[in-house]
């Protein structure tokens, strides 16, 4: 039996430890950066350096990295060892301040859109002290930002920061408004809920497909999939709920606060969700939580699919980001109160929220946008690529009532009497759950869960925290100059909500109903990573982001290229697997089950020509037909792959040919193969089969 509390942050250079290795002037010095986002005294440094590395070698590292996240989509690191030579042919063990705050990794070979040349090499990490360092595997993990050496920033951290710190400023303007001078910081939190696959490490081993890309290319549909809805919150199989129990230890010794284990829909699919966390330290927990989910599938011979969607015909994977605003005086400001009508500073928030998400649905698509999450968006198991709000019944008939001028009266929570006198009665929330949206209100937070799987979350948080601040900074800059300033903010909430309550929408996302209707209001649908990106370079997008500095123009620039050139990248190797796949396993395991099949027609009749072969006739000349289809397919994609380069000077075209041409080949490509997988013997088939991967762990 685990201790749990005793378990918990282990792993981590926490509080505790802190306290315990560090002088207390430092302590108190490196505190107010974590808690107040004060600068870090440089002086302290060493010191700092000094306890991590004592702490560090107590816990049996020898190393340590700078770990940092690209425009890779993952996160990178490069271990430096402790050692240093003492003169005598011996080493000593040091860890300065200097090698603490900094470091020096290669800046061309990461994804950087220009901005660095292949010659160009110097980049630096700079310490994230907000951020908790741990030990994994030997080796002192420490958070840090990632910025070429002319200075912009190529990484998902570091505008991450930027954009908190752009949405307290503004946020502690409105508080002050409302007379909280004790309110000097604002911080954002998440809670990342994250699915996944888990599937037999044989079986992945033997899918190609699978290795390169993270998802099944070719795959017939098993006879059953999820219709029974049988495996959403079923029994967890043994197997299963041993790897969670592993998972579980391993978060907890990493400070993560990991709540939540559950079936998801499909089969094989699960979920684990931690309790919210400052946003930084959430997207850091995030990307640590995907790593430790694969290598602790590894120990049970399983492997961990982060794929949006590795299997077709069933539900993919997201990753839901529930945020929130809290004062440094514990206050959640999306908290309606019992009577949010009568709550304005909450319908202020709320109103600059609605605001947000209206004026800037494009930047909020395009922060999840990824060749996996477009197989995913609008496929009826997550929101579709169009941009709405759910408030819910009650916050709704609030914002009605502000908008027409009369007063609402909420009606609170009404207890509901199951009928069963041993059952206790129920207090009914004031709204529905709408697990269709893509941007949910859920009582103190906003849900949004448009994410993909395998996405970086920074990317959306920096993008909400901006697109919030920036109206709250035009709603400051109203009222600081008004004498009535709660007439005028009442005043302000009305007009925001009547100009931006398209939005708002409390239906069925899912609906053929609902994309009509969000055409006749006038919301983007973005369906495609090319389709949405271009948008960057919109120039209310780009004024957004250089003017509250948290881009420069270079650095969204930078990602516009990196984005696009990546979609085009990923589409490229999935191209060439399944040309791969196709020529050199699949054409000849169906010609030699055709063979076969040929071979006992005559051996039949050559036995008696009364013998019917009729069966045998048509199966070979149906997978005749569809092989010389197949192969036809293959060469049109071929020659296609050939034609993209045509378009590689712009990047933009490039990825849209990749995206409404190399992929529609892969599609035709793919439905003849699984047509044939139906009919060939399994024998001969040469993957294991969606039935044997979906249901064999």
């Given at each position: 039996?685990i201790?749990?509390?005793e ?19 430092v ?10 986002g ?48 003492d ?17 020096e990794p290669?800046a ?12 160009e ?5 700079a ?41 307290s ?49 070719f795959?017939a549909?098993a ?8 495996h ?47 946003t930084?330290?959430?997207v ?10 694969k ?22 994977s997201?990753k ?28 202020l ?7 947000a998400?209206d004026?800037?649905q ?6 999840v ?13 997550a ?75 920074a ?33 302000l ?7 931006h ?6 239906g ?16 983007l ?6 389709m ?26 930078a990602?516009?290229?990196?984005d ?24 000849p ?46 060469t ?7 034609k ?5 000077s712009?990047?933009?075209e ?43 762990v």
């Amino acid at each position: 039996m685990i201790n749990v509390p005793e378990l918990f942050g282990s792993n981590v250079f926490n509080d505790d430890v802190m306290k315990e290795k560090l002088p207390k002037p430092v302590y108190k010095s490196l505190k107010k950066t974590i808690n107040d986002g004060d600068p870090l005294d440089e002086s302290m440094a060493n010191a700092v350096a000094h306890a991590m590395k004592e702490w560090a070698i107590e816990m049996g590292c020898t190393h340590y990295t700078h770990w940092f996240q690209p425009l890779t989509g993952i996160t990178a690191e490069k271990h430096d060892s402790f050692i240093t030579p003492d003169g005598d042919g011996k080493v000593i063990m040091t860890f300065s301040g200097k090698e603490l705050i900094k470091g020096e990794p290669d800046a061309s070979s990461f994804p950087n859109g220009g901005i660095r040349a292949t010659f160009e090499a110097r980049g630096y990490t700079a310490w994230d002290p907000t951020s908790p360092v741990f030990a994994k595997d030997g080796t002192l993990y420490i958070p840090t930002a990632f910025a070429s050496y002319t200075g912009e920033v190529l990484d998902k951290k570091t505008p991450l920061l930027r954009s908190m710190q752009f949405l307290s400023k503004e946020a502690v303007r409105i508080l002050k408004l409302f007379g909280k001078d004790d309110v000097n910081r604002v911080i954002t939190t998440v809670g990342a809920e994250q699915e996944y696959f888990l599937i037999d490490k044989n079986m992945y081993d033997a899918r190609p497909d699978l290795i390169f890309t993270g998802r099944t290319l070719f795959g017939a549909k098993a006879p059953k999939g999820q219709e029974l809805d049988d495996h959403y919150f079923g029994a967890i199989k043994t197997r299963v709920a041993e790897f969670m129990a592993e998972l579980d230890r391993e978060l907890w010794s990493y400070g993560i606060l990991s709540k939540t284990k559950h079936n998801e829909v499909a089969p094989s699919q699960h979920e684990v969700a931690p309790i919210y966390a400052t946003t930084n330290v959430a997207v850091d927990n995030n990307e640590l939580l995907m790593e430790l989910l694969k290598k602790t599938a590894e120990k049970f011979d399983l492997v961990c699919l982060l794929h949006e969607k590795p299997f077709a015909g069933v539900n993919g994977s997201g990753k839901h980001n529930n945020w929130s605003m809290f004062t440094n005086t514990g206050e959640n400001l999306l908290k309606p109160g019992k009577n949010p009508s009568e709550n304005t500073q909450f319908l202020l928030f709320l109103a600059a929220i609605v605001k947000a998400v209206d004026e800037y649905q494009d930047l909020l698509r395009i922060s999840v946008a990824s060749a996996g999450n477009d197989h995913r968006l609008g496929a009826n198991e997550a929101p579709p690529s169009i941009m709405s709000v759910f408030l819910g019944d009650d916050l709704t008939a609030v914002v009605d009532s502000i908008e027409i001028g009369e007063e609402h009266e909420s009606e609170g929570k009404v207890t509901m009497d199951l009928g069963v006198e041993v059952l206790p009665s129920l207090k009914k929330d004031t709204t529905d759950r709408n697990r269709t949206s893509p941007f949910a209100f859920t009582g103190n937070r906003f849900e949004f869960r448009m994410l993909g799987s395998s996405v970086n979350v920074a990317t959306p948080n920096t993008v909400l925290n901006t697109i919030v601040a920036e109206e709250l900074k035009e709603f400051a800059d109203q009222l600081e100059k008004v004498k009535d300033f709660k007439r005028a903010a009442k005043r302000l909430i009305v007009r925001t909500f009547k100009k931006h309550d398209r939005i708002i929408f409390n239906g069925d996302n899912y609906s053929e109903d609902w994309v009509h209707e969000a055409e006749r209001r006038g919301l983007l649908n973005l369906k495609s990573v090319p389709m949405a990106v271009k948008h960057y370079l919109d120039e209310k997008n780009i004024r957004l982001f250089t003017e509250n500095g948290v881009f420069t123009r270079e650095e969204l620039m930078a990602r516009y290229e990196v984005d696009l050139e990546t979609y085009a990248k990923l589409i490229n190797i999935e191209a060439h697997t399944m040309l791969d796949m196709a020529k050199k396993d699949i054409i000849p395991a169906v010609t030699a089950y055709v063979k076969e099949l040929t071979d006992t027609a005559l051996a039949k009749k050559a036995l008696s020509a009364d013998i019917p072969v009729v069966l045998e006739t048509e199966l070979i000349t149906d997978l005749s037909q569809k092989l010389v289809c197949f192969s036809n397919k293959i060469t049109e994609l071929e020659n296609d792959l050939i034609k993209a380069g045509e378009f590689e000077s712009d990047i933009q075209e490039y990825a849209d040919f990749y995206c409404d041409t190399v992929f529609a080949d892969m599609q035709a490509l793919r439905a003849i193969c699984d047509d044939m997988e139906t009919e060939t013997a399994s024998d001969y088939w040469p993957y294991p089969s969606y039935g044997e991967m979906l249901f064999g762990v």
